[in-house]
């Protein structure tokens, strides 16, 4: 809930749940989450995330998650281009 | 992994072998109702076989399809009769109903008063998106003075039924408002209205852009989360408020609250008590 939390959390959006409402990407007060570009949301900042939960308690679809780093060092190792939205697929 | 929180949680009450995403338009707040009362029954611990929900018809009506708890799906207005007969059957039930604004002040209003009056051990939600929203877009009792709709498209002439108001003059145990903006106020009201006797009435302002806002000057749905920020005063400080400044307000928090005897203990109780009398004119 504040910003010694930032950067510590995984934000994992459900693109097949996502309708593109918005809601998520204008209140997030980091600026985290964006419109991509089927009008869905996507994490592109999410090392910025100071974890307010606002995005995951306001989502009207549940379509948003976020959680801890499961295990800091490996997810460094395995990171980058995994950081972005992966899809659960209903 | 620590332990889970969140929308996981709602995740694992859903009944996955529905259709989601779910039938509700983009940036409608229902489903943040439906987020925080599934917060809510999970941080009480009731077992979700205890929980009934009963829905009445209307966009809110769909909410009690997605959600593993027993739930019934009723007629229109009356998903306070069904909830009041459930309660009386089996009072241990925690008996939830949710009703959206046409359903509980319009075609269910007068059971809306006399589920409060009798104060039934019950709790209803009114989500309140000022329009009847599924079938078109006609003005509900809720919609506010001067709004444009499909039927009313120089502006509604009557003025709005306040439910708050409604529920408190009718003797309701237990009467809050909050909006999907505000949701953790919400789900304190909620679980709080939950928790509870008697009948507790919980008002969730909940935006319906597709119907109301776009013909109501709000281009996006977030803009009617922004009239909600904007709006929104806690009652303690609506009240301090000069009378003039009060009029775009909306105060949100708990009104009333009470603890009265809901009316399957007073039954209850009176029942045993006769038994008693009968067990002793016996002998």
């Not at chain 2, 072998?17 to 489903?31: D, E, Q, S, T």
């Not at chain 2, 409060?116 to 809720?142: C, D, E, F, K, W």
Request: proline content about 4%.
């Amino acid at each position: 809930m504040a910003k010694k939390d930032k950067g510590k959390s995984k934000v994992t959006v459900y693109p097949d749940w996502c309708k593109g409402c918005g809601i998520c990407v204008e209140f997030c007060p980091a600026k985290v989450l964006e419109l991509n570009a089927q009008g869905k949301c996507t994490v592109v900042r999410e090392e910025d995330c100071i974890r307010c939960g606002f995005c995951e308690l306001h989502c009207p679809d549940f379509a948003i998650v976020v959680r801890d780093k499961e295990f800091p060092q490996k997810d460094k190792s395995e990171n980058s281009d995994k950081k972005t939205a992966t899809g659960k697929g209903a | 992994m620590s332990e889970i929180t969140g929308n996981e949680i709602i995740h694992q009450y859903l009944r996955h072998n529905k259709k989601f995403p779910h039938v509700l338009c983009a940036g409608c707040g229902h489903g943040i109702v439906l987020g925080t009362l599934i917060r809510s029954i999970h941080s009480l611990g009731i077992p979700r076989d205890d929980v009934v929900v009963v829905a009445g018809i209307g966009c809110s009506g769909r909410l009690a399809v997605y959600v593993d708890f027993n739930t019934i799906h009723t007629t229109h207005g009356r998903a306070l009769t069904f909830a009041t007969g459930i309660k009386m059957a089996n009072p241990k039930l925690n008996v939830i109903t949710i009703m959206g604004d046409g359903d509980a002040l319009s075609i269910g209003g007068n059971h809306l008063i006399h589920a409060a009056r009798r104060n039934i051990g019950v709790t209803a939600l009114v989500l309140n998106n000022n329009i009847y929203g599924m079938t078109g877009g006609q003005s509900s009792p809720a919609t506010p003075l001067g709004s444009t709709t499909m039927t009313s498209p120089y502006g509604q002439l009557d003025k709005s039924f306040d439910t708050v108001e409604l529920a408190k003059g009718a003797g309701a145990n237990y009467v809050a408002r909050g909006t999907v903006f505000h949701v953790r106020k919400l789900e304190k009201i909620m679980t709080e209205a939950i928790a509870r006797p008697g009948f507790s009435l919980v008002e969730a302002i909940t935006p319906c852009h597709t119907q109301y806002g776009r013909k109501n000057k709000y281009k996006s749905p977030v803009d009617m989360y922004k009239w909600m920020k904007k709006a929104a005063i806690s009652v303690e400080r609506y009240e301090e408020l000069p009378e003039d400044q009060r009029e775009d307000r909306l105060p949100i928090g708990v009104f009333v609250a009470k603890d009265r005897p809901g009316f399957e203990e007073r039954y209850f109780a009176m029942k045993a008590e006769f038994q008693k009398k009968t067990v002793k004119g016996g002998k």
